[in-house]
C-alpha cells in the first residue's frame, strides 16, 4: 500500500515531468531548416548559401564578392563589387535592406601610397546604404589586407542578410 506521503511525492514527480514536457510539445512540430546553395556547378565555393525557415527567419550567407580590376579604383571597384553580391542575394529573395552584417576587404592602393582608400570605398558604399531609398546600414567591419585572391582587386565585400517570414 502507498502511503500518503509517497502518494505526493509521485504526484509532485508526475507534475514536474508535465511541465518538462509540454514546453517541449511546441517545437517538435518545427521542422529542421532547409539550406539551400547556389552558385556556378565547376566551382567549389557557393556563391550564396540560404538556411531556411531558422526560427521564423531566413538567413543568407554571401562569399566575397572581388571588384573586378577593370572597373578601375577603390570606388568603382565597391560599387562593382555591391552590385555583383546584390545580385546574387536578389537571386534568392533578399535585397539591400536585408543586410545586417558586411565584411569589407581593401588592398592598399598604388595610387594611395600602397594604404586603403577608404573614403573611396565609403564613397562607392553610400550608394547602396543610408540612402533615402534604402536607409537600412549593416554592421560592418572594413580591414585592410595584404591581398586578395583576385588578381588586382582592390577591394573584396562579403554579408550576411536575414529576412523574417511575413
Not at 547556389?38 to 554571401?62: E, N
Given at each position: 500500500m502507498?502511503?500518503?506521503l509517497?502518494?505526493r511525492?509521485?504526484?509532485?514527480?508526475?507534475?514536474?515531468?508535465s511541465?518538462i514536457?509540454?514546453?517541449?510539445?511546441?517545437f517538435a512540430?518545427?521542422?529542421?531548416p532547409?539550406i539551400v546553395?547556389?552558385?556556378?556547378a565547376?566551382?567549389?565555393i557557393?556563391?550564396?548559401v540560404v538556411?531556411k525557415?531558422a526560427?521564423?527567419?531566413?538567413i543568407?550567407?554571401?562569399?566575397?564578392v572581388?571588384g573586378?580590376a577593370t572597373a578601375?579604383d577603390t570606388?568603382?571597384?565597391t560599387?562593382a563589387?555591391l552590385t555583383?553580391?546584390?545580385?546574387?542575394?536578389?537571386?534568392q529573395?533578399?535585397?539591400?535592406?536585408?543586410?545586417v552584417?558586411m565584411?569589407?576587404y581593401?588592398?592598399?592602393d598604388?595610387?594611395?601610397?600602397?594604404k586603403m582608400?577608404?573614403?573611396?570605398?565609403?564613397?562607392?558604399?553610400?550608394?547602396?546604404?543610408?540612402?533615402a531609398d534604402q536607409p537600412?546600414k549593416p554592421?560592418r567591419?572594413?580591414v585592410?589586407?595584404?591581398?586578395?585572391?583576385s588578381?588586382g582587386?582592390?577591394?573584396?565585400?562579403e554579408?550576411q542578410?536575414?529576412k523574417p517570414?511575413?
Amino acid at each position: 500500500m502507498i502511503s500518503r506521503l509517497e502518494l505526493r511525492s509521485l504526484s509532485l514527480g508526475v507534475a514536474l515531468l508535465s511541465a518538462i514536457a509540454v514546453p517541449a510539445a511546441p517545437f517538435a512540430a518545427l521542422a529542421a531548416p532547409q539550406i539551400v546553395r547556389s552558385g556556378p556547378a565547376d566551382f567549389p565555393i557557393s556563391g550564396v548559401v540560404v538556411v531556411k525557415d531558422a526560427g521564423g527567419v531566413d538567413i543568407a550567407y554571401a562569399s566575397g564578392v572581388p571588384g573586378p580590376a577593370t572597373a578601375g579604383d577603390t570606388k568603382a571597384q565597391t560599387v562593382a563589387s555591391l552590385t555583383r553580391l546584390l545580385e546574387g542575394l536578389k537571386a534568392q529573395g533578399f535585397g539591400a535592406g536585408d543586410i545586417v552584417m558586411m565584411r569589407i576587404y581593401l588592398v592598399g592602393d598604388p595610387a594611395q601610397g600602397g594604404k586603403m582608400d577608404f573614403a573611396g570605398m565609403m564613397a562607392g558604399y553610400k550608394q547602396f546604404f543610408g540612402t533615402a531609398d534604402q536607409p537600412n546600414k549593416p554592421s560592418r567591419t572594413t580591414v585592410q589586407v595584404a591581398g586578395l585572391a583576385s588578381p588586382g582587386s582592390l577591394v573584396e565585400i562579403e554579408a550576411q542578410a536575414v529576412k523574417p517570414h511575413r
